[in-house]
């Protein structure tokens, strides 16, 4: 059952590595949705950071 499984993720995954390698359109969407989630990531990665720095300059404010 496991390896039924595991065969059939592993040819999913390359029918859809040559679908989005052999389709303009796909390569884009593919592309898109990257600098997309990369963006959303820097910018919470960006409200992480500040929210850090103003709580450590808020810890020495009460020292």
Same mark, same amino acid.
């Given at each position: %059952?496991?390896?039924?499984?595991? &065969?059939? &993720? %592993?040819?999913?995954?390359?029918?859809?590595? &040559?679908?989005?390698?052999?389709?303009?359109?796909?390569?884009?969407?593919?592309?898109? /949705?990257? /600098?997309? &989630?990369?963006?959303?990531?820097? =910018?919470? %990665?960006?409200?992480?950071?500040?929210? %850090? /720095? =103003?709580?450590?300059? =808020?810890?020495?404010?009460?020292?």
């Amino acid at each position: %059952m496991e390896k039924v499984f595991c &065969l059939g &993720l %592993m040819l999913g995954a390359v029918g859809g590595a &040559l679908l989005t390698a052999n389709s303009y359109k796909a390569r884009c969407l593919v592309k898109k /949705s990257q /600098s997309e &989630l990369t963006q959303k990531v820097n =910018e919470l %990665m960006d409200e992480k950071l500040k929210a %850090m /720095s =103003e709580g450590n300059s =808020e810890k020495s404010a009460q020292n």
